[in-house]
């Protein structure tokens, strides 16, 4: 027991390290100011016309007119993360309003990253203010904001390694629930999204404790389990709204702790505890989001906004295989989905809750019609879970230590990689002091849309003249032709997978290939995942191209 403990503080310990390393990436800096401002009267121009009022209401009646480029310098390089702050200054706590008028998301996470400035501000770690001077003029101090909101997402994912030990105990003992809290602790896809201010790992926490709690329903039907489940479900769904569905895992674990009648299957969701489960699970949901109910109209608004399905099982499939593989590396993943078969073959009943989820998660992914990398992370705890069942295939000690310890190390190099990137600096930021460097002032510079500091390097809007061609190709190439503007910046974010196509575009029309920054992560040398990667890794490595007008070049 004392070798178990020891051990899952190490993990723990190498968790929170894994998750903190780089947490300042991307983030406003003075680094950053002085690409974007050549003084302090270019910082007063870009204020002229912006009041805090307008800031407060950015996302209601100032929603339009506040975008474009002159809030790039208070933004991180991820496009969400912002939208949490500005977000959270719509709310008027003094007059008790906590509404986000932000609904793409459940408010659980707002709120935690309330607290979370509250604490930093209490400790003296950041300043509230509402003044855009003193951010602009002072961009460190905003960039505390973020890493406070980081820090949520690397609490929840040790706390999820935690859990992930807790469930495996339950499930195979302490030699294995550590194995499995290793392998979910150094997941390459699970360490790059607790580096974030975003709600995904606070969801997975939730969807693991619901799990954790369901097995209690399997040993035991006291009805507090069916109330902590539900609430548990409910505060994953208030995180992001698919949580939610972590609740089948009450009916489910119900029908399993009795006889396996399957004629009874569909009355176990109507049992009256599942049904308490339910009831409680939409309490918790509705005092976390009550604007579900006090501003339905607006929350609809943005449910609406929601895409439907594919049916076409086989890009689904394809699409999510793929980003399986470069979320947990090959290793990992073999191992992984042998443990999911091998569970699958001898159908115990915990292990079937954990099948369930598997299948029925990926098959809801699979069928949405927006299809990204990060969905898959509501899965990645119940594969690590088990991953460590295929280690049992392998009766010959020695082989089986050698296979999880080449499993473990590849993929905490793999992992470690991607660190790397978090630490470097971002290929935008090294674009950007280039582009000052060495573009002379008052060059005129095409872009397809108003300068985005996710999609191209920061730009001084006061030192060069832009030509905005549009996003289309052919209205790329018009402009290029009739404008000729002497650069063209393109950013791989941009234009996700389709990196070549555009380069052919532009080149067609007397423009070179200049310079191309690019930092995809390496493992001895080797880069890996640096092909027309998926648009979640773009948000920390994506290339930068800068094209010259050939008449300009000679």
């Known amino acids: 027991m004392k070798r178990a403990g020891f051990f899952i503080i190490f993990i723990l310990i190498l968790s929170f390290l894994l998750n903190i390393t780089g947490i300042n990436w991307g983030v406003p800096s003075l680094e950053r100011n002085s690409i974007y401002f050549s003084d302090k009267e270019d910082i007063k121009d870009t204020l002229n016309g912006i009041t805090e009022e307008k800031v407060v209401k950015s996302q209601t009646e100032y929603k339009k007119e506040l975008s474009g480029a002159r809030f790039n310098p208070l933004r991180s390089y991820h496009p969400d993360e912002s939208q949490f702050i500005e977000s959270l200054s719509n709310m008027n706590i003094k007059k008790f309003d906590f509404n986000p008028h932000y609904f793409y998301y459940g408010t659980l996470y707002f709120w935690l990253f309330g607290i979370s400035l509250g604490i930093a501000f209490i400790t003296g770690f950041i300043k509230l203010t509402t003044s855009l001077d003193f951010f602009y003029s002072h961009p460190e101090a905003l960039a505390k904001f973020y890493i406070a909101g980081r820090m949520v997402s690397v609490l929840f994912a040790v706390l999820t390694v935690f859990l992930v030990f807790q469930v495996s105990k339950k499930l195979y003992g302490e030699k294995k629930a550590l194995i499995a809290a290793l392998f979910i602790a150094i997941m390459p896809l699970f360490v790059i999204n607790s580096h974030y201010v975003a709600v995904d790992i606070t969801e997975i926490f939730f969807i693991v404790l619901t799990l954790f709690i369901s097995l209690k329903v399997l040993e035991s039907q006291n009805v507090k389990w069916f109330i902590l489940g539900g ?324």
């Not at 009648?261 to 939409?282: A, D, E, G, I, M």
């Not at 999609?455 to 549009?470: A, D, Q, S, V, W």
């Not at 002497?486 to 997978?497: K, Q, S, T």
Request: aromatic share 18%; hydrophobic share 45%; glycine share 4%.
């Open 231 to 554: 609430i548990s479900a409910g505060l994953a769904g208030s995180a992001k709204y698919p949580g939610i569905l972590a609740i089948f895992f009450i009916p489910l674990a119900y029908f399993l702790s009795g006889i396996n009648n399957w004629k009874n299957f569909l009355l176990c969701f109507f049992r009256k505890k599942v049904l308490l489960s339910y009831l409680c699970s939409f309490f918790a949901f509705i005092v976390i989001c009550p604007f579900f109910i006090t501003s339905n109209s607006e929350v609809m608004s943005y449910i609406r906004e929601v895409r439907g399905m594919d049916w076409n099982f086989l890009s689904g499939g394809l699409f999510y295989l793929k980003a399986l593989y470069n979320g947990m590396g090959l290793p990992l993943l073999v191992i992984s989905f042998t443990g999911l078969f091998f569970a699958f073959y001898k159908k115990e009943k915990k292990e079937l809750l954990i099948i369930f989820w598997v299948i029925f998660s990926l098959l809801f992914f699979i069928v949405s019609s927006k299809r990204i990398d990060r969905y898959i992370l509501v899965i990645l705890p119940f594969l690590a879970i088990l991953a460590p069942r295929s280690l049992d295939l392998f009766k010959n000690k020695p082989l089986r230590s050698s296979i999880f310890i080449f499993v473990a190390v590849s993929s905490f190099f793999y992992t470690a990689a991607y660190d790397l990137v978090f630490k470097q600096e971002n290929t935008r930021t090294s674009a950007g002091k280039w582009i000052s460097e060495n573009i002379d002032h008052d060059s005129s510079i095409g872009l397809r849309r108003d300068p985005f500091q996710y999609e191209i390097p920061p730009l001084n809007m006061k030192r060069y003249r832009f030509c905005i061609t549009g996003k289309k190709s052919e209205d790329v190439q018009r402009s290029l032709e009739i404008n000729k503007p002497d650069y063209f910046i393109l950013g791989e974010a941009e234009v996700p997978g389709a990196l070549q196509f555009w380069n052919e575009v532009i080149t067609k029309r007397d423009y070179m290939l200049l310079k191309e920054f690019s930092n995809a992560p390496k493992i001895f040398g080797i880069k890996f995942n640096d092909i027309n990667p998926s648009e979640d890794y773009l948000y920390i490595y994506p290339r930068i191209r800068i094209y010259k007008h050939i008449q300009n070049a000679i």
